[in-house]
């Protein structure tokens, strides 16, 4: 909670992502997604760290991205430019398809990244805040759901270290022996995964959650931030929204390559967009995506500014105090 | 640990990732709509497969119903083999199915009752330039397990040359096929009468014989063609006598096994091999060189352009034929998917199929960029061989020399373009 976009009011958090995820998802135009893999690997790196960010998509990330893309024009066919042919089934693997692959593999990276922020930022209390009250159930179970996964890894964790301890672990033992220790601590977590859920319903259940004029505990307020904030963002989504309506971001693979500002293979889109119309979609589109990072930076520099200026400040005062004491001892000891 | 639970949760998002693209791209759920034909088909014929059934003999008389089970139909399936089924109409006029056994990969139920009546028939007669003769036949509604021939003995000799095997809609005639007419002597009398072959593609409802001369109208032309149908016919039925060692003398076998030498369309490869030589004109050198009419058409969207993906406008011929109708060569035992293939390769038609092991066949999702759902949920390629729409895949229907294949995209199940699965 470093960060200063999370610390703003969760409806904004959650709007931004909302749009940010569903444009990279709907849209499916190269120029957008290049501007959204630039503001969310800036963004992920500014909250994860520049390291962990890149260690992740070069091990895991861009391999997935790969298969993908080589999955897509395996599986699908369509298109005007062929390719290679395949004897046996007469189909034919073709560019469009390919180049969807790729597509859409960008757009499942991007996703992931865009993801990564939105663990940091939107955190479960802040989920349970916005929704606890319109749709309880809903909100309460969606949120176990998306910590259900290292709420596991965690538990599994622990459980192994109980195990090793009474020398029960998959590292003891033969293979057999190993298989059936897995198994167990399987069975254990399973158990405790099922106790688990009954636990925090009852909990939930007991707290009075769900229940009619009950309160949530929260220290957001709307404040004035929030409301400049919330403008900006509500009027560069309505713009870029307008635009991509209007066919700004047009683009089409299937069967034929037909993208909105380019000309591919001598053609252009049906749907033609006026230039000026397409640059305000893209330049509020990319506001909008930076918007969160710009935040961040513009109160990390107020920071540092104020921060320098106390820093000096204070080091000329003790240094001063030190060497004033420093000379004082230095002339006892003479 | 923290880096641990990242890597667990992409590659996690990586498979949902991976598992839905797979599915939009080119979907189970796309192939349910059209081929839930064949599972339906499936599914009942293992229920009843362990019925105990007596095996189907080349020559049935079928019962009072009309009726002929799924689990007796899948005794015959597949075998090499003609197979008829006999009948007498309330009206006494004799009639015979004959199913071609090989063509039957999915046994259904065969609901085989016929029923000829000439009331009524006369706004018909008028409405066909005053033929002479018109015979309503009504067929029971089923679900067809193979193009199947019917041959009826009529009562009465008709002084006709040519006779339409008809469909009568919203006052407009329909040809579904050309009967073949032969003559035989039946009684001590020696009675002549005539004997109508037609192919049935469609059932369910009242059908038209409308029987009349070409040449002329007046009487004379008639006692004409009178003396040179029974020349020919003699001819043919020396032949016939010969050859059909199936027959038993009963004048129905005879009628059907007399075909008309100068139509190649019905002449299978079964029939030819066992001797036969009435049709010399067809059965030459089949083994190097079989053709079969190809064609390859979507009219139907041009009826439906509002429903069409604006994509796909452009694949969309003017007059809705992709391949039009052409002599198509191919080998002994190919079938209808691999003439496809080869036929769209050459063409360079693109052209998308998946093998379903389902259906144990390739099904084919697309042909010039028009995909299934294209224009509309109901909409797909559905493929018909001389008339009528196999209920098995493509890659299952062997050619064979003559046959005509049409590839016809539907935007209704197949209602819109002639096969009555879903009606």
């Known amino acids: 909670m470093t960060d200063a976009f999370s610390r703003c009011h969760p409806i904004l958090n959650f709007f931004y992502f909302a749009v940010v995820l569903g444009f990279t998802m709907f849209i499916q135009h190269p120029v957008y997604l290049a501007v959204s893999f630039v503001a969310a690997t800036a963004y992920s790196m500014w909250l994860n760290g520049v390291g962990k960010v890149l260690k992740i998509n070069f091990l895991l990330t861009i391999p997935s991205l790969l298969i993908v893309a080589l999955l897509n024009p395996m599986f699908n066919h369509y298109g005007v430019t062929p390719l290679l042919y395949i004897e046996s089934s007469g189909n034919w693997v073709t560019l469009e398809a390919l180049v969807y692959g790729i597509v859409l593999g960008c757009v499942l990276f991007i996703m992931i990244l865009w993801f990564s922020c939105y663990n940091q930022i939107m955190t479960s209390d802040k989920f349970i805040y916005l929704f606890g009250r319109i749709i309880p159930a809903m909100s309460l179970m969606l949120s176990m759901a998306l910590r259900f996964v290292p709420h596991f890894i965690a538990q599994l964790k622990v459980i192994r270290n109980g195990q090793k301890c009474v020398g029960m672990d998959v590292s003891n033992g033969k293979w057999f022996k190993k298989v059936r220790y897995a198994l167990n601590m399987v069975s254990i977590l399973v158990t405790w995964a099922l106790e688990n859920a009954i636990e925090t319903a009852d909990s939930m259940k007991s707290r009075g959650y769900g229940l009619k004029g009950r309160t949530a505990f929260s220290i957001y307020r709307f404040n004035r931030r929030d409301k400049i904030l919330g403008g900006m963002l509500a009027v560069l989504f309505v713009v870029s929204g307008y635009g991509c309506y209007h066919g700004a971001a047009f683009s089409q693979y299937n069967p034929r390559i037909l993208l909105a500002g380019f000309t591919i293979f001598g053609r252009v889109p049906r749907q033609s967009c006026s230039p000026v119309l397409a640059v305000i979609t893209f330049i509020s589109f990319g506001i909008f995506c930076f918007l969160p990072l710009m935040l961040d930076l513009s109160e990390e520099y107020a920071m540092k500014k104020s921060r320098s200026h106390v820093h000096s400040e204070m080091t000329v005062t003790y240094r001063q105090i030190y060497e004033e004491l420093a000379n004082e001892m230095e002339g006892e000891h003479k | ?423």
């Open chain 2, 1 to 423: 640990m923290s880096r641990k639970k990242k890597g667990l949760a992409l590659w996690l998002a990586l498979f949902l990732g991976v598992s839905s693209l797979t599915g939009c791209g080119s979907g189970n759920d796309n192939m349910t709509q059209l081929s839930q034909k064949g599972a339906e088909i499936m599914n009942s014929s293992d229920e009843e497969q362990d019925a105990d059934v007596e095996p189907l003999k080349t020559k049935t008389q079928l019962p009072e119903d009309g009726i002929i089970t799924q689990a007796q139909m899948e005794t015959i399936a597949g075998k090499d083999e003609k197979f008829y089924f006999v009948g007498k109409t309330d009206s006494g006029i004799g009639y015979k199915w004959t199913y071609n056994g090989s063509q039957i990969q999915n046994p259904v139920e065969q609901k085989l009752l016929v029923q000829c009546t000439e009331d009524g028939t006369e706004e018909i007669k008028k409405a066909a330039n005053n033929a002479p003769y018109a015979l309503k036949v009504t067929l029971e509604k089923m679900n067809l397990a193979a193009p199947a021939k019917l041959t009826l003995n009529l009562k009465e000799e008709w002084n006709a040359d040519k006779v339409l095997y008809c469909l009568e809609e919203n006052g407009k005639i329909y040809q579904l096929d050309t009967a073949k007419i032969s003559t035989r002597e039946s009684g001590k009398k020696k009675v002549k009468r005539t004997t109508l072959t037609f192919n049935v593609t469609k059932t369910g409802g009242d059908f038209y014989l409308i029987g009349g001369s070409t040449t002329g109208e007046a009487a004379d032309d008639q006692a004409d063609d009178e003396t040179k149908d029974n020349t020919k016919d003699n001819a043919k039925g020396e032949d016939t006598q010969s050859k059909d060692n199936k027959s038993t003398g009963s004048s129905s076998d005879q009628a059907d096994t007399d075909r008309n030498p100068t139509s190649g369309q019905d002449g299978s490869s079964a029939d030819n091999s066992s001797g036969d030589t009435s049709g010399s004109g067809d059965s030459s050198d089949e083994d190097t060189a079989m053709t079969c009419t190809f064609s390859i058409e979507c009219s139907t969207i041009l009826n439906n352009w509002n429903d069409l993906k604006e994509s796909k406008a452009e694949f969309v011929p003017a007059d809705g034929w992709i391949l039009y109708p052409s002599e198509v060569e191919f080998y002994e035992g190919e079938t209808v998917f691999d003439v496809l293939k080869r036929v769209c390769n050459e063409a360079g038609i693109q052209m998308e199929s998946e093998w379903t092991p389902m259906y144990n066949s390739y099904y084919v999702s697309g042909i010039n960029n028009l995909y299934e759902f294209d224009c509309g949920k109901d909409s797909g390629w559905m493929y018909c061989v001389n008339g009528w729409y196999p209920n098995y895949g493509c890659s299952k229907y062997t050619l064979e020399d003559g046959d005509t294949v049409e590839w016809r995209y539907t935007c209704n199940l197949g209602r819109d373009v002639g096969d009555q699965y879903y009606d």
